[in-house]
């Protein structure tokens, strides 16, 4: 599957930069079928290259057939003049509090604009993307009351319609060299203009206009950051925000850049680590409450689906879930772990639903980072630390060792005789114990380390090239921090 992924991504880059008819593709790829159906069983290796060529083929035809990407209605760009508009929208987007100075509130949300009205009495409909800021004065807290006080203005919540008078102005990017491209990203996010009004301004309309669906969703992702934030301090409430479920919006300035120069802001980003940790602990408990495998693991799945719907990240999370239900789908098949199978798998499913998600440094990077851990750390770990490991296996026997290799079994019998020697002080069960827990550790802190250097040295260039930066303390950053939501995580679920 792998090697379908890589031909079909090849066939996407081609068919991108080279255009060919239609027609021709698909008779190619009919013809590459046919031959490789003739030399199925005369010579496989053949076969599998002309079943390959005709997947390029394929990938190559569904991006030049494929629609482009939708983009905000631009209707709207007439009105971004600097003059005063009415807006009539409902919020798509709910906002959240944010502060904007010393004495001043903030709140951004997204809107669907619904009408306008222009300076000359004009009604016009429109159905474009508005990012708006909402802002009104706080008084500042007195000596009396230091707590921070109560906000006077409304959050907005998803659904709401709303009417207030606004300038509109088209975003931009700024022209300096791989600057974040902020156009590009609200475009991704159906939002075509850009607004800010005073609170006192916002007129709130009876009526509501959404799913409901997203709106059982937005209340619980609204929930959960409201729990968080009467558990924990507004700083760490910040970060747990956003390694649980997602929600960046409460994070500074200054510990995001402190994330960043350090490498570890992965930490900050819910992605596979969070699914695979829900995973762990859904399986794992369901499967210690005496529930059979088949059950365990399809409630495992519709808890990780469950969980990327509450999240707000999208499409890493999507890929992590469907790496994680693919895994757990063949395991109920009996067959063995590939975690190259399930990259290729996931990779080749998602590009069939889109095949511009290639050309995205997200699908990019995550792919990239999993492709290191299969395809380069676990076989270095098996052809380095795991041949030590097993010869902790039947510890207590003394007939296990002449049946491992040479070196394993040696390595397995110096560590028997440390055992022995400190048997004298400690008795013989206490220092067994000892001497597989110490050389346990050290294996392990030795796996993370070479897992972690070579993500560090593979991910270097694309890092470089997507956010030119490349951190030389990433690698220990990343040894002290990456364990910790293991543990973090489920406790922070739990309470």
């Known amino acids: 599957m792998l090697w379908a992924a890589l031909a079909y991504s090849s066939g996407i880059v081609a068919g991108t930069y080279v255009w060919r008819p239609a027609l021709l593709l698909v008779a190619s790829a009919a013809a590459f079928l046919a031959a490789g159906l003739y030399f199925l069983r005369r010579r496989n290796w053949l076969s599998a290259t002309l079943a390959l060529g005709a997947v390029f083929l394929a990938g190559a ?7 482009p990407a939708s983009l905000p209605d631009p209707s709207i760009q007439p009105f971004a003049d600097g003059q005063q508009v009415e807006l009539t929208a409902h919020v798509t987007r709910e906002g959240k509090f944010r502060e904007a100075g010393p004495n001043e509130l903030r709140q951004t949300l997204d809107l669907q604009i619904e009408d306008i009205v222009t300076g000359n009495a004009t009604k016009l409909p429109l159905h474009s993307g508005v990012r708006l800021g909402i802002y009104d004065p706080q008084p500042a807290p007195s000596q009396e009351s230091p707590e921070s006080p109560t906000p006077a203005m409304r959050l907005f919540h998803y659904g709401e319609r709303i009417r207030l008078p606004v300038k ?17 990203y609200l475009s991704e996010n159906g939002i075509a203009a850009l607004a800010s009004a005073k609170s006192a301004d916002v007129q709130l309309l009876p009526g509501f206009s959404g799913t409901r669906f997203e709106l059982w969703r937005t209340r619980i992702h609204s929930s959960i950051v409201a729990k968080v934030h009467t558990l924990w301090p507004p700083p760490q409430a910040a970060l747990i ?12 300035r200054d510990t995001r850049i402190d994330f960043q120069r350090s490498g570890t802001y992965h930490i900050l980003v819910v992605s596979g680590m969070n699914v695979t940790i829900l995973a762990f602990v859904v399986f794992w408990t369901l499967r210690r409450a005496r529930l059979s495998d088949i059950p365990a693991t399809l409630l495992t799945i519709l808890f990780c689906v469950a969980y990327a719907f509450l999240t707000e990240v999208g499409a890493p999370v999507w890929r992590a879930t469907l790496m994680c239900s693919i895994y757990l789908g063949t395991r109920l098949l009996y067959r063995d772990r590939g975690m190259l199978n399930a990259l290729g798998t996931a990779a080749l499913g998602l590009l069939v639903f889109d095949p511009r998600q290639l050309f995205t440094a997200s699908f990019q990077m995550t792919f990239l980072c999993v492709l290191i851990v299969a395809a380069i750390g676990l076989p270095l770990v098996e052809r380095t630390s795991h041949l030590y490991r097993q010869a902790l296996a ?4 003394d007939d296990y060792g002449p049946s491992l290799p040479p070196r394993t079994a040696q390595f397995r019998a110096d560590l028997r005789l440390i055992a022995g020697r400190l048997a004298r002080f400690l008795g013989q069960p206490w220092s067994l114990r000892l001497v597989r827990g110490i050389t346990i550790v050290c294996l392990a802190t030795f796996d ?31 040894i002290a921090v990456v364990p910790s939501p293991n543990f973090l995580c489920p406790q922070r679920c739990w309470r």
């Open 394 to 397: 039947h510890w207590d026997s």
């Open 61 to 67: 035809l569904h991006i030049q057939l494929r629609a």
């Open 241 to 252: 925000d956003a390694m649980l479920i997602g929600e960046a919006a409460f994070i500074d």
């Open 168 to 184: 509109l102005k088209l975003p931009r990017n700024f022209h300096n060299p791989g600057a974040f491209d902020y156009e590009g």
């Open 448 to 478: 993370l380390l070479l897992v972690s250097a070579v993500m560090q040295m593979g991910l270097a260039l694309p890092m470089a090239y997507y956010f030119h930066r490349a951190t030389t303390i990433g690698l220990p950053a990343n």
